[in-house]
Nanobody, 122 residues
Framework: QVQLVESGGGLVQAGGSLRLSCAAS????????TGWFRQAPGKEREFVAI???????YYGDSVKGRFTISRDNAKNTVYLQMSSLKPEDTAVYYC????????????????WGQGTQVTVSS
């Protein structure tokens, strides 16, 4: 079983940048697919990005070209670098992981962090 803890959220102006971190304990993330999802008030949880155990990455259309997911195996941490932020990026961002699932559906992930709030002001 893996435990995931997100950090790095906050308030930023439109056009700014933030880096989110997802620190894992209990298991090695390099053997998991780890993803970032987000949920805005009144909306369903949305796929943002994933990094597979192989290092292959995928992004949601709304963040492609602005966000970058990466992994530091030595720190057992996955990052989400967010740039050119827009007010519509405002949401609670969640880290998720699974040893077997490699896709973009929330239902495929067994392990979730508690979330970190990102607010982008216009």
């Amino acid at each position: 079983q893996v435990q995931l803890v997100e950090s790095g959220g906050g308030l930023v102006q439109a056009g700014g940048s933030l880096r989110l971190s997802c620190a894992a304990s209990g298991r090695t993330l390099s053997t998991y697919t780890t993803g970032w999802f987000r949920q805005a008030p009144g909306k369903e949880r949305e796929f943002v990005a994933i990094i597979r155990w192989s290092g292959i990455t995928y992004y949601g259309d709304s963040v492609k070209g602005r966000f970058t997911i990466s992994r530091d195996n030595a720190k057992n941490t996955v990052y989400l670098q967010m740039s050119s932020l827009k007010p519509e990026d405002t949401a609670v961002y969640y880290c998720a992981g699974d040893q077997y699932y490699t896709g973009s559906h929330t239902s495929g992930y067994n392990y979730w962090g508690q979330g970190t709030q990102v607010t982008v002001s216009s």
